[in-house]
């Protein structure tokens, strides 16, 4: 139980395009979902928090038209990356947490974003 | 602030020495502790979730204990397979949000 899936695996955009990365909660209803961002060696960097019905809440620092969410049911989240640069090359994880209560995130397994 | 600190960042161990990793935290109300496994390339991945000071769980080679300011991952008689990044993360009281460590990078050699 508690599987979370992403789509894709990995990307490669040219700059100026925009990229969409979803993700998924399979075998549970996931009330709230979390978006992150590791580079090499480093911990995870949370991005924003979405609940499911309403906006999503980004961390300082995070440009929120430049990284849209959108939360669109209990078990599907989607991070657009607009008009990409390469800076925004990086590995995108998002995880997901069940019922009230339940305080575990379960993770994806990532999406490599590279952008040429 | 609330803040975790994990150690050491890197650990070297040969295939059945045992050693343990450690998760510092400072926080002005623990909802709950976290320890993954992160692969290179791949999502972290569930281990434990402790609660309150005492507890301890085990699963396999692997003990996590919590005190009221830190917390330990016992791994016993590793074998390469368990080479890994092992994060820890700090849940606080009125949030799901987590507060990651920076991770130990686990190597056992055979």
């Known amino acids: 139980g508690a599987v979370v899936s992403q789509h894709p695996s990995r990307v490669i955009c040219k700059s100026g395009t925009s990229v969409k990365i979803e993700c998924r909660s399979l075998?549970?209803?996931?009330?709230?979902m979390f978006w992150y961002r590791q580079f090499p060696k480093k911990s995870l960097m949370l991005m924003a928090t979405s609940n499911e019905g309403s906006k999503a809440t980004y961390e300082q620092g995070v440009e929120k038209d430049k990284f849209l969410i959108n939360h669109a049911s209990l078990t599907l989240s989607t991070l657009t990356v607009t008009s990409a640069h390469p800076e925004d090359s990086s590995f995108y994880i998002c995880s997901a947490v069940g019922r009230e209560g339940q305080e575990t995130q379960y993770f994806g397994p990532g999406t490599r974003l590279l952008v040429l | 602030e609330d803040q975790v600190t994990q150690s050491p960042e890197a650990l070297r161990l040969q295939e059945g020495e045992s050693s343990s990793l450690n998760c510092s935290y400072t926080?002005?109300?623990?909802?709950?502790l976290f320890w993954y496994r992160q692969d290179p390339g791949k999502g972290p991945e569930f281990l434990f979730t402790l609660y309150s000071a005492g507890e301890e769980k085990e699963k396999e080679r692997l003990k996590a204990t919590l005190t009221k300011k830190e917390s330990f991952l016992h791994i016993t008689a590793p074998k390469p397979e368990d080479s890994a990044t092992y994060l820890c993360a700090v849940q606080t009281s009125g949030t799901y949000k987590y507060i990651f460590g920076t991770g130990t990078r686990l190597k056992v050699l055979a």
């Open positions: 926080v002005s109300g623990l909802r709950g």
């Open positions: 075998d549970f209803q996931a009330t709230t």
